[in-house]
């Protein structure tokens, strides 16, 4: 079984930063991709930013330019760093793996437990 554990949220004040990490670790699988998703309170989850395997990336309009997303092949870890941070970038924000799982022979989506991350004004 497949876990996506986050860690690296927090509270900072407007300009600031943030790194956070999510790690895949349980079955034995290939990653497609890894992304960052948020969910502001009231809002609906929306997408902050895709890795692929091959290394591409998408970002959302409202934090390119701030946000960067990287990942580490060997540790199936991917990255977010967060500079330059708004209020309007507080929510939780999720983990998101596209795996392809060797034993059950497809490609399943994960989602991490959340990490709240908090700009102040």
């Known amino acids: 079984q497949v876990q996506l554990v986050e860690s690296g949220g927090g509270l900072v004040q407007d300009g600031g930063s943030l790194r956070l990490s999510c790690a895949a670790s349980g079955s034995v699988f290939r990653v497609n991709a890894m992304g960052w998703y948020r969910q502001a309170p009231g809002k609906q989850r929306e997408m902050v930013t895709i890795?692929?395997?091959?290394?591409?990336?998408h970002y959302a309009e409202s934090v390119k330019g701030r946000f960067t997303v990287s990942k580490d092949d060997g540790k199936k870890t991917v990255y977010l760093q967060m500079d330059r941070l708004k209020p309007e970038d507080t929510g939780v924000y999720y983990c998101?793996?596209?795996?392809?799982?060797?034993?059950?022979?497809?490609?399943?989506?994960?989602w991490g437990q959340g990490t709240q991350v908090t700009v102040s004004s």
């Open positions: 890795i692929t395997n091959g290394g591409s990336t």
């Open positions: 998101n793996a596209d795996l392809f799982d060797y034993g059950l022979g497809y490609a399943e989506e994960h």
